[in-house]
């Protein structure tokens, strides 16, 4: 039986067997810098992360949290955002909300971070109009995410697994159109990287880590990985992921 969003999420376990295969095995390990660099906010910027997860994107930048910054960490679940709150302590501020109703008031944020959440939300143009309520006019969205055939090599390790389901929600082909009745100045940009994977144990992690995991027999899934490792150096993984940003008029 497929878990629920709060089972999945209700710590960051899960989340955190899939970051541990990314952080060992990206080919390109500089996601969270070049994700910040698409923003670089001025002295003062208030900045909403959405689905904020263990603040992985904030450890990777943390020298660079400017003080003057407004950094509210919101997420579905307490048991991320202790996460979070965990990781970061006083440089942020803690919320448990839903981004389909958020507890702030219009004109909040210069800025909002949606990484790679918008994909669970079930009501996606409601989740857009409060995040535009909540912007200021110009503010901005940077809603990072997947492309088709993430992790299609892994994927195909085991039937359960259906990466193709969260790029179909809202992944860079799919988002930009959803986005285009509450935003302007919509594209997309997209980072280079790539799994090189070299040892099995972590690929079986990742696949026991997802949403769908059954007790599925991961003997197939270790025999093509060793043998992929043994014949190539590594197992390859395509990894087409970016970032959808766009503005508040
Ligand atoms: C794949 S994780 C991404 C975490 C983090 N943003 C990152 O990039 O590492 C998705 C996160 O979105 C949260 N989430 C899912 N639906 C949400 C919602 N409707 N409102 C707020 N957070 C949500 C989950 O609890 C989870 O922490």
New binding site residues.
Partial sequence: MTQS?QEQ?AT?DN?QAR?ALHAAFSINPHWAEWLFEQEAPAPGARIL??????A??WRAIKDRIDPSWFIPL????PG?VAAARRELGARAVYVV????DLPFPADSFDAVLA???LY???DRPR?FAEISRVLVSGGTLHA?TIGHGYLAELVALAPHMNAERYSESFGLETGPRQLEPFFTDIHVERFQDALAVTDVEPVLAYLRSSESYNGQDPSRARTTVQNAIARDGAFRVAKPLGVVSCRKA
């Fill in positions: 969003l999420y960051d989340l970051i992360d959405l689905g904020c997860g263990p992985t994107f919101a997420d579905l679940t991320m909300a839903d981004a389909q990484n790679h959440m669970h939300v079930p989740a990072s």
